[in-house]
């Protein structure tokens, strides 16, 4: 069983800058912060070699997120992620427009992608606002202000988002095989509306979206039309810059290994136990890593057990 999205994972060249951009702008605590040098685990689930790095959690509410600065395998620069993409393109910070994010992150020092210098509403009968940024390492992220928040909290992480050349076939991998959904939700197309090319700043801008859920944050999928997203397999790794890859926290991993690899799921390498988890890295079929992780002690503090979704049933 998927017990929902664990954590969206981003390798950055500063971890120092930017754990302390996200925790000063979304008021994300550190949860949990260790060394890797030369591990055997580590290089086995990603399948590295002489892996040293540093990692450092953040609790969000409803997800963690997960930053790591790699000294080995020594990362490329970093190749500034197109919002057509392909590939994980951002994160979305929801938050109550009477406490808005926007302003949080604009005090710490954000980059707009989106024109102009405020958020701006695509629907006028949804009480939303909507703007694109960057981190102070380049990631993409996306606010979303809200008149009436639909969670009982500050600062949210609302939804992880993949950029794919075929909505289809990614949308058909993470909710039938990966989620265990009957069918897949709708596609829908989305284009004409005003102020969409000032979100993205892009011109003309016509898309195919969908959203997945999980019992914790929504996976959103996008396919561009224009700009035309690429048709390119984005096979990334876990030092490379950017957002690296999402992670399913499962009550059982190697049940899960074996149903997705039945299905002709590609893996890294088999689950691999460490001290407190059992761990194995896939590939979805565009390419993209996620992970899956059951922890060893059914109470652990990290588990989205502990965690309140603030998700009214």
């Keep these: 069983m998927i017990k929902g999205i664990h954590h969206i994972g981003a390798s950055v060249s500063n971890l120092d800058e930017v754990t302390a951009f996200y925790q000063d702008a979304a008021d994300l605590p550190q949860a949990a912060a260790f060394k890797t040098v030369n591990s055997e685990a580590a290089d ?44 994980i393109t951002h994160i979305c910070f929801q938050s109550p427009e009477e406490d808005s994010a926007f302003e949080k ?53 609302a939804h992880v988002a993949f950029v794919s050349p ?16 009957a069918q897949s939700p709708e596609i829908r197309r989305i284009n004409g509306i005003p102020n969409l090319d000032v979100v993205g700043d892009i011109d003309q801008g016509d898309l195919y979206g969908t ?5 914790n944050i929504l996976i959103e999928i996008w396919q561009y039309v224009n700009p035309k997203t690429p048709d390119e397999r984005v096979n990334g790794s876990v030092e490379t810059l ?20 039945k299905l002709g799921v ?15 890295f896939g590939r979805d079929p565009d390419g993209n890593l996620f992970e899956l992780m059951q922890f ?15 998700i009214e049933s």
């Design 105 to 157: 992150f604009k005090r710490q020092g954000m980059e707009m992608v989106s024109r102009g210098d405020r958020p701006v509403r695509l629907n006028p009968q949804r009480g939303i606002t909507y703007a694109y940024a960057r981190d102070v390492s380049g990631n993409m992220f996306e606010m979303e202000q809200w008149v009436t928040p639909p969670r009982p909290f500050p600062i949210w992480i």
């Design 44 to 87: 086995r689930i990603t399948g590295l070699k002489h892996t040293r790095s540093r990692t450092t959690f953040l609790q969000g509410s409803t997800s963690y997120l997960e930053l790591s600065e790699f000294e080995s395998p020594q990362p490329a620069p970093q190749q500034i992620m197109p919002v057509y993409g392909p590939g």
């Design 242 to 261: 950017g957002y690296t890859h999402v992670c399913f926290e499962v009550d059982d991993t190697s049940a899960e290994y074996e149903r997705l690899s």
């Design 266 to 280: 590609e893996f890294i390498s088999e689950p691999y136990q460490t001290e407190t988890n059992i761990v194995v």
């Design 166 to 181: 075929d909505i289809e076939r990614l949308t058909r991998f993470y909710s039938q095989v990966v989620m265990g959904m």
């Design 211 to 215: 959203w997945i859920p999980t019992p």
């Design 296 to 310: 060893l002690d059914t109470e652990d503090r990290m588990s989205l057990d502990r965690l309140d979704f603030g």
